[in-house]
């Protein structure tokens, strides 16, 4: 409650507080309250695929800033852009988030999840037990090496179409379109839904 003498006698504790900061606190306030959509797609070839799996989604609802509001079916999906039968089949999802970080952040969270899961780089496209890739956030387009917006592959890819499609059927590519419009070229991919295999979202 303001006291009636307030303008009379101010509190001599209280500090006039700088205009940039209000403005500072303003901006992280409309941030906060502003919070943008991602979709991140999982991967994993190497290891228990499901736990590890299901340890992302963990570890990305643990996250601050961070909600998840959808996680989709898991799919085994045929090693894309390697030689067939080279490596193991892997298990894929998506999930979708909405989140505060913004996307270079992202991108660390996703870099120390994979680290947590002790993915190794050892070839482009080689085995690993964890792949977390950022996928689209808020119809951000950037050419940016280290954090390409869509993810540049992604439009070509039947493992992260498919179970993004489940999960947003009205899901689209910026710059590429529907999902729904992407899926019939990526038929041959070698997607299988997997109903023995389910990701739970943490409460
Ligand atoms: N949207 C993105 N999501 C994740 N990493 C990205 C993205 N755009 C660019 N990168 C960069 O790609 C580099 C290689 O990433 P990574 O090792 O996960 O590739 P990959 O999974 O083998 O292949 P691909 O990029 O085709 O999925 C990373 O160091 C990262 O900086
Ligand atoms: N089926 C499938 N193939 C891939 C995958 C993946 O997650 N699933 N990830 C890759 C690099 O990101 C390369 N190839």
């Known amino acids: ?30 941030t906060l309250h502003n919070p943008k959509r991602a979709v ?3 991967g994993s070839n190497l290891g228990n695929r499901l736990e590890t799996l299901q340890g992302a989604v963990d570890a990305l609802a643990d996250t601050p800033g961070l909600r998840i509001k959808a996680v989709s079916p898991v799919y085994e999906t ?21 989140t505060t970080l913004p996307p270079s952040s ?3 969270r996703a870099q120390a999840i994979e680290e947590a899961f002790e993915r190794v780089r050892d070839s482009r496209w080689g085995p690993r037990t964890l792949d977390v890739d950022i996928v689209t956030y808020q119809g951000a387009v950037s050419d940016d090496p280290a954090l390409t917006l869509p993810h540049p592959r992604a439009h070509e890819r039947a ?18 379109g529907a999902v729904a419009g992407l899926l019939p070229a990526l038929a041959g991919q070698g997607v299988r839904f997997r109903a023995d295999a389910t990701l739970a979202l943490p409460d």
């Open 106 to 108: 992202l991108w660390e």
């Open 159 to 176: 493992f992260v179409l498919v179970p993004w499609h489940d999960v947003d059927p009205d899901a689209e590519v910026p710059g590429h």
């Open 1 to 30: 409650m303001t006291p009636s003498n307030a303008a009379s006698s101010p509190d001599p504790t209280v500090q006039p507080v700088p205009a940039s900061v209000v403005q500072q606190v303003d901006a992280a306030d409309s």
């Open 40 to 42: 991140l797609s999982l």
């Open 78 to 98: 045929d090693p894309w852009g390697v030689d067939p039968g080279s490596q193991p089949t892997y298990f894929n999802a998506v999930v979708i988030l909405k």
